[in-house]
């Protein structure tokens, strides 16, 4: 169509976000915005200059001057930090915890929700995240929050990892790692992980992915 669409994808990890959203955004023809990746990138550069990603004081000076980019080519996104392709080297599970250390200081939210909503603001987008649909984009026209019981969600992401085959991962080791990012996302006092009171709730734990995404494309020929 020719109206711009912003869609807010929110909800814990493993629920299935950047999954659904990459496919709807190829659907559709718009930008997919991972936005998980921004905080990532921030954790990495912290983890890089030895500095601990939950300092508040030394975070909110190494996000004054950072540079992060975020790339389409071949119909993937790819982030650069300070001119370096990181976008394998965020996906690693301390890069993980780190970033949702930094996503708890404001001042890192705030200088990645600003890139957010300038691309948000110049194309049509379905954006994946926290606080997309609460805080990022209050008046995106479809705002999805997709959540799944916490075992399926650390089985999912437990299941890929295997099929990575790099390092040796357990399932105990995989649920820690998530209980630990719900609790730290959903207690954060600044735009915390939460659904927004006018998104759609889907509760993946039995569904495929093509019921998730027509169950979306189903909200969004609704809209407008
Ligand atoms: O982005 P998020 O952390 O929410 O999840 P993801 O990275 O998309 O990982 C979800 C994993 O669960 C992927 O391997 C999907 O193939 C799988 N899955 C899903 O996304 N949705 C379902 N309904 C079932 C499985
Ligand atoms: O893909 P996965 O669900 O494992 O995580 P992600 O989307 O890459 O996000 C990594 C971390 O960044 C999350 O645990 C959150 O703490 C943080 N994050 C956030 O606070 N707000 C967002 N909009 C996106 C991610």
Sequence with gaps: GDRKISIAIDGPAGAGKSTIAKIISKKLGILYL??????????????NENIDTLDKEKLSKLVENIDIEIVYANDEQKIFLDGKDVSS???????????SNVATIPDVRIKMVELQRKI????????DGRDIGSYVLPDAEVKIF???????RAKR????EKAK???????EEVLKDIEYRDKNDSSRSFAPLTKALDAIEVD????????????ILGHVKNYG
Excluded: C, H, Q
């Excluded at 603001?121 to 954006?127: C, F, K």
């Excluded at 997709?146 to 399926?152: M, P």
């Excluded at 993946?204 to 169950?215: K, L, P």
């Design 146 to 152: 997709l959540n799944a019981d916490v075992r399926e």
């Design 34 to 47: 991972d936005t998980g990746a921004m905080y990532r990138a921030v954790a990495l550069k912290a983890i």
């Design 157 to 160: 992401r437990y299941l890929e």
């Design 204 to 215: 993946t734990t039995n569904m495929s992915v093509d019921e998730v995404v027509n169950t």
């Design 89 to 99: 080297l965020i996906r690693t599970p301390e890069v993980s915890i780190g970033a």
């Design 165 to 171: 085959n790099t390092k040796d991962i357990t399932f």
């Design 120 to 127: 948000a603001s110049e194309n049509s987008v379905v954006m």
